[in-house]
DNA sequence: ATGAAAGCGCTAACAT
DNA sequence: ATGTTAGCGCTTTCAT
């Protein structure tokens, strides 16, 4: 029962009693502690008073007062997610293998939105995240700053950058360095020399899958043109956009910086009459489902982001180190086998 | 500072002192009244007072502690969302709008994963809300049996159901019959009289969906074909295999339950080798915003899942009625003007 | 097996 | 403008 509502039905001087141990202990005619172990199953005392405790308890409509419980105990069992806005929804399954997890292992998900990669606002949202006195903080976000970075370790407080792999902190994330590699090696195994690498951000992500694409472009001895990286929010929008940048074919295949980037690159591909995979061969990154669904016929390095918001909390809660989630090269039709060259 | 990591240190014999609003107190050499006062910006109090408890409540890494406060107010200023699993993620884009409101609102929001359309999880979830104190409840789930609202009308909490139209219950939603008429219409004036539905669900969406179908065939006096009827669960999966069920070509255009059912559909045609739209017109209901990127040629009856989010929690705070959000009209390419008969 | 009582950290009347 | 104080509802020692 709300204040108000027990205020109101107070003023109009009808009898009631808010469901709390206390009133539950007189109703039952025993202590506040008794009432206390009864609701939290103990099992030191008697069985049938228990039972007829949480009888009472229920007839009262009670339900416990976290705040009170949190207080008393100095315990919250609680994880607090924050989000930042992002143009793709990878976010998604992430978030839904945290709760999953999260419930299994009797915690609370408390999810904070920090909006749009805005410092002052991230900063306060941490703070916020911090009055909960959460067992930790799980990060899906991608910029993280000294300032948030100071706040967090006074506070003493455990986090994770998810989905983010930044040396200099505590993450759960795939490898981008390795996935930018795999996703290029791949082309040049099937013959492509001149590669493109089309849609990646100029954060830690972007710039990690890029040294993973010039790797593995160095190693098996092939030049790279400058010309042939191009910059992006991995949306679909840019997608389509970026494909003016690659329409003069100076690439035979390109590493998409995300799904949507390979959906969007197809689109204006094909709108502009192009015949793929044997005008352009596209490998992209991500793998997310909704686009698994939509765009099927598109080769991806996968990642399983379901499974990272599982190992996520696994990895705060145990305070395990740094970890990497996996990535799976998922083959399909859109990348074209080259005669090799000489 | 957690507990444990206190305790060590005071075993440790080290100085410590813990950053509670006492604290800060004692080392301003004011009453805990005024430093709470001073931390909430509260105005009746000197500036430099306030200023200096504080630079004194950053220096020893203060953070309020939300159990206390929320105890002690009697106020949490949260509100409890409830989300089930389903098929398509039509949920993402709602709780952004839902996390929007609420943070420009002053609200927190804390999210509750009541999995799998489990009727006994559901009901653990909602009592876990409902101990949280929440301002109110928005749940974002299928299902809603008398177990739980018995539950949540005897705490008299207040909730909402969101994109679930259920006149029993307050809700913020779509209206799936006019949706589902508003589909059919659009296809019958453009001449098409053998029209099927695809796609829908068995329960109170699907239900109404087929109803609003069923209303605009009738009153345009076209007889229906209960053949013409197909159920799935919102998925792609399931548009690719209820193309099966109109492969006899016994209707000329169908309303498709959702996007991804549109999607399927369009694949599974395509596929088999048909033009679209030529061979079979396709109008879609849903519009989520990753459909309408990937899938750009299907028209659609598109719902604002983000504004949906954001009238959500107007709707709840505000303890306003029932909502109908509009839906929107896209004309796309994906249905066919056929020559109207006799 | 149960009770008494001391807080948890904060807020908000009331007092000065 | 600031201090005093009585709780909020619960958990948890310590008694019995």
Chains 1, 2 share one sequence.
Not at 15 to 24: F, M, R
Not at 151 to 166: D, F, G, Q
């Amino acid at each position: 029962m709300r204040k108000d509502d027990y205020n109101k039905r107070k003023r109009l001087g009808m009898k009631v009693t808010k469901p709390t141990i206390k009133n539950i202990a007189r109703a039952a005619g025993v202590s506040t502690a008794t009432v206390s172990r009864a609701l939290a199953y103990k099992n030191n005392l008697k069985p049938a008073t228990a039972k007829r405790i949480r009888q009472i308890a229920q007839e009262m409509g009670y339900h416990k007062n976290v705040a009170a419980s949190q207080l008393a105990s100095n315990m919250t069992n609680t994880i607090a997610v924050i989000i930042n806005y992002t143009q793709t929804d990878f976010w998604i399954g992430i978030l839904n293998g945290i709760l999953h997890r999260a419930r299994e292992l009797n915690h609370q998900v408390i999810t904070f939105y920090a909006g749009d990669n805005d410092s002052r606002r991230l900063t306060q949202t941490v703070n916020e995240a911090l009055e909960h006195q959460a067992n930790g903080i799980l990060m899906i976000s991608g910029k993280m700053e000294q300032e948030q970075v100071n706040i967090l370790s006074t506070a003493h407080m455990p986090y994770r950058l998810i989905s983010i792999y930044n040396p200099e902190h505590r993450y759960v994330s795939s490898n981008n360095v390795e996935i930018g590699e795999q996703a290029t090696n791949y082309l040049i195994k099937r013959g492509h020399r001149r590669i493109g690498l089309v849609g990646i951000d100029h954060y830690l992500t972007g710039q990690q899958r890029l040294f993973g694409y010039q790797r593995a472009m160095t190693e098996a001895g092939l030049p790279i043109n400058p010309q042939w990286i191009h910059y992006g929010d991995y949306s679909y929008q840019d997608g389509k956009k970026l494909f003016s940048a690659i329409q003069d074919g100076s690439v035979t295949a390109v590493v998409a910086g995300s799904d949507m980037i390979g959906a969007g690159l197809i689109k204006a591909a094909t709108q502009s009459g192009w015949r793929l995979p044997e005008q352009l061969s596209i490998i992209s990154i991500d793998g997310s489902d909704i686009c698994e669904l939509t765009t099927p016929e598109l080769t991806t390095v996968s990642q399983d982001f379901y499974q990272m918001g599982l190992t996520s909390v696994d990895n705060l809660l145990q305070d395990q180190p740094a970890t990497f989630i996996p990535t799976t090269l998922i083959e399909r039709d859109s990348v074209q086998t080259l005669p090799t060259e000489k």
